[in-house]
């Protein structure tokens, strides 16, 4: 069910997007009105939230079921005053270490005359089952105390100013929640707030929040990259290559998969970043993981003889990598509005190909690369893919295993088969769709982030 408007782009970024999907090769393939819909269910359903929650159990550090049986059990006692707030949780029949709670929603919320907004991040955090942390608060009624019920908006294009008591702008209601913070807690101090400001009690979607539940039992993250992990295939012993890991929950699935044995490189161009991957592979648990504030596309030694723990490396220095390359990240949801340009969009496939050229150095003969992103456009997915085959004979493209999304795009002139190797999670190819007979485990494999996973063999 639709009840936010279409993801709100500049015009030049949404007919570049629109001219993407309605390329030659798909119009001859699937024909314009077919291609049409599918370009609007996809501006529809980004902003929109998944209708799972997907968590990464640690496995590494307990059986699925035992963690599922402590989930609910934490999860239940926030759901004890609501009876009819039941949690359900899944696992996923190909993925051994998902778990799944369907999110409630869209459910009929009335609006208050008391209004809080927030930014549009918070908003769409709020979104996904959170709660709203004072930091993203923008604005609140002049006498808000502790206790009082507001309704929450989100400010889809930043024009909100900071303290403000009210604003007419382009917003959108997420629900109605109390407040844990009076107005002048939040804004009239020379300290940054913290903590919750707002805790949603009738939000618009309904997801379990995850705030310090089992930090090191289950791990808040979009199906489509948990898949990458396993895609990526990484074995006790082996030494690999995350090029630009943070906040490091690809590097820590890694590392869970590995049994925390072997070695985890974790490179991010960005400092205090790095302390984030640290965090995380703490909290997991996780030894074999080695975190460095270095740029990827430097990351390639040109003395051969190094021998530093440390970036840069030699070539041929890892049995597997993975870039994740940074991207446009126009498939990820619920984002309700974009204020990038076209020059920002389009800044980043040349930054990806840098990225490959060092990643392919990088990687042993008989080697693994895997190439992900959490956009949908042509020129950051297959496009790079076509290029990467062309630009390195080297590379192969290989099966993916497990296979969940849809094939590769059309419009890059790869092959059918090409396009069958290819992982492409296309959440607007289903959104319209009757799914009461599908199992609830199965929705989730379509009603996801929009994604892209190519797997590379070196030869």
């Not at 629109?18 to 999907?21: H, M």
């Not at 392919?360 to 003969?365: D, S, T």
């Given at each position: 069910m639709s009840?936010f408007?279409?993801?709100?782009l500049?015009p030049e970024v949404?007919?570049?997007l629109?001219?993407?999907?309605l390329?030659k090769e798909?119009?001859?393939?699937?024909?314009?009105?077919e291609v049409e819909h599918?370009f609007?269910n996809?501006?529809?359903?980004?902003s929109?939230?998944?209708l799972?929650?997907?968590?990464?159990?640690?496995?590494?550090?307990a059986p699925?079921?035992e963690?599922r049986s402590k989930?609910?059990?934490e999860l239940?006692?926030?759901?004890s005053s609501d009876?009819?707030?039941?949690?359900?949780?899944?696992?996923?029949?190909?993925?051994?270490d998902?778990l799944l709670?369907p999110?409630?929603?869209?459910?009929?919320?009335?609006q208050?005359s008391?209004?809080v907004?927030?930014g549009?991040q918070?908003?769409?955090?709020v979104?996904?089952g959170a709660?709203v942390?004072?930091?993203g608060i923008?604005a609140?009624?002049?006498?808000?105390?502790?206790g009082?019920v507001?309704?929450?908006?989100s400010d889809?294009?930043?024009?909100?100013?900071?303290?403000?008591?009210?604003f007419?702008?382009n917003?959108?209601?997420?629900?109605n929640g109390?407040?844990e913070?009076?107005?002048?807690s939040i804004f009239c101090?020379?300290?940054?707030?913290?903590?919750?400001?707002?805790r949603?009690?009738?939000p618009?979607?309904?997801?379990?929040s995850?705030?310090g539940v089992?930090?090191?039992?289950?791990?808040?993250?979009?199906?489509?990259s948990?898949?990458?992990g396993h895609?990526?295939?990484?074995?006790?012993g082996?030494?690999?290559?995350?090029?630009?890991?943070?906040?490091?929950g690809?590097?820590c699935?890694i590392?869970?998969?590995?049994g925390?044995?072997?070695?985890?490189?974790a490179?991010d161009?960005i400092r205090?970043?790095?302390?984030?991957?640290?965090?995380?592979a703490?909290?997991?648990?996780?030894?074999?993981?080695?975190?460095?504030?270095?740029?990827?596309?430097?990351?390639?030694?040109s003395d051969?003889?190094q021998?530093?723990q440390?970036?840069?490396?030699p070539p041929?220095?890892?049995?597997r990598v993975?870039l994740?390359a940074p991207?446009?990240g126009?498939?990820?949801?619920?984002?309700?509005?974009?204020?990038?340009?076209?020059?920002?969009i389009?800044?980043?496939?040349?930054?990806q190909?840098?990225?490959?050229h060092a990643a392919?150095?990088?990687?042993?003969?008989g080697g693994v690369?895997?190439?992900?992103?959490?956009?949908?456009?042509l020129?950051?997915n297959?496009?790079?893919?076509a290029?990467?085959l062309?630009s390195?004979?080297?590379?192969t493209?290989?099966q993916q295993e497990?296979h969940?999304?849809a094939?590769?795009?059309?419009?890059?002139?790869?092959?059918?088969e090409q396009?069958r190797l290819l992982?492409?999670?296309?959440p607007?190819?289903?959104?319209d769709q009757?799914?009461?007979s599908v199992p609830?485990q199965c929705?989730?494999d379509?009603?996801?982030?929009g994604f892209f996973?190519?797997?590379?063999?070196?030869s």
């Open positions: 009840i408007p279409r993801i709100c500049k949404a007919e570049h629109k001219s993407v999907f390329n798909i119009l001859t393939a699937v024909g314009h009105q599918r609007q996809l501006l529809l359903c980004l929109h939230p998944p799972h929650t997907c968590v990464r159990a640690s496995t590494h550090l699925l079921e963690i989930l609910q059990e239940s006692q926030q759901t009876s009819s707030a039941s949690v359900q949780i899944l696992s996923h029949p190909q993925v051994p998902v709670l999110v409630d929603g869209p459910r009929r919320v009335e208050l008391s209004e907004v927030v549009a918070c908003g769409n955090a979104l996904r709660h942390f004072a930091p923008v609140s009624p002049k006498y808000m105390k502790v009082d507001v309704s929450v908006f889809l294009e930043g024009r909100c100013t900071r303290g403000a008591l009210s007419q702008g917003k959108v209601f997420v629900g109390v407040a913070m009076d107005r002048s101090t020379d300290e940054h707030p913290r903590g919750v400001g707002v949603m009690v009738e618009l979607y309904r997801s379990p995850f705030d089992l930090p090191s039992l289950a791990f808040l993250q979009n199906f489509p948990v898949v990458v895609v990526l295939g990484p074995r006790p082996e030494r690999i290559l995350d090029m630009c890991a943070a906040p490091g690809k590097t699935h590392a869970a998969l590995m925390d044995q072997g070695e985890v490189v490179l161009r205090n970043k790095i302390a984030r991957i640290r965090q995380n703490e909290t997991l648990q996780l030894q074999s993981i080695k975190a460095y504030c270095f740029n990827g596309i430097q990351a390639v030694s051969l003889t021998q530093t440390g970036p840069p490396f041929e220095s890892f049995d993975l994740d991207c446009s126009l498939g990820q949801r619920p984002t309700m509005a974009s204020t990038w340009s076209l020059k920002e389009c800044s980043y496939p040349p930054l190909r840098k990225l490959f392919v150095r990088l990687l042993k003969k690369l895997v190439y992900s992103t959490c956009t949908v456009t020129a950051e297959e496009e790079q893919v290029w990467a062309s390195f004979p080297c590379l493209l290989q497990p969940i999304g094939e590769g795009m059309l419009g890059a002139g790869l092959s059918c396009l992982q492409r999670f296309s607007e190819l289903s959104w009757t799914d009461a609830l929705r989730a379509r009603d996801t982030i996973i190519a797997k590379f063999l070196k």
